[in-house]
Each structure stands twice: as C-alpha cells, then as structure tokens.
C-alpha cells in the first residue's frame, strides 16, 4: 500500500510564506513548485486532475482540485485555504492555461468561450477571492504567466494571443488600481519553453477545430498537424526549459522591489524591442514568419 504524504497544515505559530501555484501537473507549475517547495515555503500547488493531486501529495506538498472552468472548484478554494493556512496567502502564481491554435476564421466562436472560461475569467475569479485575504493581511503578490503571445500577435494562436493579451490589459489595470498598498501584480511573460503545452494543444486542436472542411485544409494537413502531433519536437529557437521562468517566479516573489513585467528568452526580448521600433505594418510582416 502506498503512503501518500501531506504537507502539514499550517498552525498559527507557522510562519511559513505561502503560494498557491495553478496548473501545477507540469511543466512551469511543477518546477516553480518544486523549487518553492525546497526553499521552505508552504506550497499549495493545485492541479485540475485528482491523479495529478495524488502524484504532488507524494512529493511532500500540498495539493486540491482546483479547475479554472468549474465555479464549485473557485468556490472552495477560500475555505480550503482557511483550513490549511489560517487564510495566509502571500503569493498567488496564476498558471494554468492552454491553446487552442488554428486560424481565426476556423475557429468555433463557442472555442473561444471556453478558453477564455480557462485563461481568463478563471483566473479574475480566483484573483477576486484571493485579494481579500491580501488586503486583510496587508501585502501580497500576484504573479500572472502571461506570455509573449500576450503583446504579439502570431498566426494560428488566435485563441491563445486573445487571452493573454486581455490579461496583460486587466492585470495592468489592477496594478493601478492597487498602487496605494502592498499588493504587486506581477507579469510573467515567458516565450518558447518546453513544456506540455503543444501536447495539450493538439488535444485542443482535435476537439473544435473541423479542418477537413475548411478552405485551409491543405495547411492544417501539411503544416499544423505534423508540427502538433509530432512525439519528439525538435527544440524552438530561443527555446529554454521551465527552470528559467521558475527563477523570474521567485524574484517576483521575493525581491523587495518586483518588477512590473518579466521577459524571459531571446524570443520574448526580440518581439518586445520589434514592437517598439517597428511600424505595424512592419511588425506584421516579421511576425508572420514565425
């Protein structure tokens, strides 16, 4: 029989910071986890599936159920947060999210509604739910993983670039809002990692989009599809591991002074300066190469 192991609960003498990490089965989840988790911190690192649950628990840390698209999930996660940290929550890292690429006039308006319910609307909910606590106990930080698809727009990530260019604008707006206390809103905006995103894009992918009854066919078979399917990708250019957002992840979480924006690979850094320095015409032409 199996032991799963718990990570104690925290008791009002713990003094413990805490961070609760969305999206945490893989990838920049699981390693931003695993590093805080080393460090000392309490982490609560949510994932949307029980058998993801169970494999965290295993390492020593603390997990839930928490799915962006299910209201009840939202719902109790306050109350979880009361039992296992006295309502302590000094940094929440919103992560979880996926893509669903095709082109724009392939995708179903009802996949757009979805993927917002998971990387948008989600995300403001437990950020409402959260803000309270921080405000009652008078700091806090909220770090979102946005992404450089969250200021350049690139062909075929539609859905993707609609949802973190809508949380750049609302995060930037709550920083404002929340300039006179203690609260940081913090944006992460990683380029090319490696993770599990093309795996469950493709998933995505296989869902919503007919592609056999498109005009685009020939690209989806040619062009998309071989690039999504393909078990062994070879590695993007610019590409870095997770590692390399987990350690803008704890500087957001730490530094005295955060940054208001993390820009993390050559890739990023390159379409940030393009946006500056190029007309939009322009800035078109170099980003439909990619």
């Avoid at 590093?35 to 390492?59: L, M, N, S, Y």
């Avoid at 989600?122 to 921080?134: A, N």
């Avoid at 604008?169 to 990692?193: F, K």
Wanted: one cysteine or more.
């Amino acid at each position: 029989m199996t032991v799963t192991k718990q990570a104690p609960q925290q008791t009002p003498e713990d003094d413990r910071p805490v961070i609760l990490i969305t999206g945490s089965s893989s990838g920049i989840g699981l390693d931003s986890a695993r590093f805080f988790h080393q460090k000392g911190w309490h982490v609560i690192a949510t994932c949307r599936k029980p058998k993801d649950v169970e494999r965290i628990r295993a390492e020593g840390m603390t997990s839930f159920v928490l799915d962006y698209e299910d209201q009840a999930s939202l719902d109790a996660v306050i109350p979880t947060l009361k039992t296992l940290t006295n309502g302590r929550i000094d940094v929440l890292f919103n992560n979880g999210a996926y893509g669903i690429p095709a082109l724009v006039e392939d995708l179903p308006t009802p996949a757009l509604r979805q993927i917002f319910e998971a990387n948008f609307f989600g995300w403001h909910e437990l950020t409402r739910q959260i803000l309270p606590l921080m405000h009652a106990q008078g700091k806090g930080r909220i770090i979102q993983n946005s992404s450089v698809l969250g200021f350049a727009a690139m062909r075929v990530r539609g859905a993707y670039n609609a949802t973190k260019f809508a949380l750049e604008g609302l995060t930037d707006t709550m920083r404002i809002e929340l300039a006179n206390t203690n609260i940081h809103l913090i944006l992460v905006e990683p380029g090319p990692i490696r993770t599990k995103i093309r795996e469950n894009a493709y998933v995505q992918f296989q869902k919503w989009i007919k592609w056999k009854d498109t005009k685009n066919k020939s690209f989806y078979e040619n062009a998309l599809i071989p690039r999504l399917s393909d078990p062994d990708p070879k590695k993007d250019l610019f590409e870095l591991m997770p590692d390399a957002v987990t350690r803008a992840v704890w500087h957001a979480a730490t530094a005295s002074r955060p940054r208001i924006r993390y820009r993390i690979t050559k890739a990023t850094k390159i379409m940030a300066a393009a946006k500056r320095l190029l007309s939009s015409r322009l800035m078109d032409r170099f980003a439909g190469k990619f």
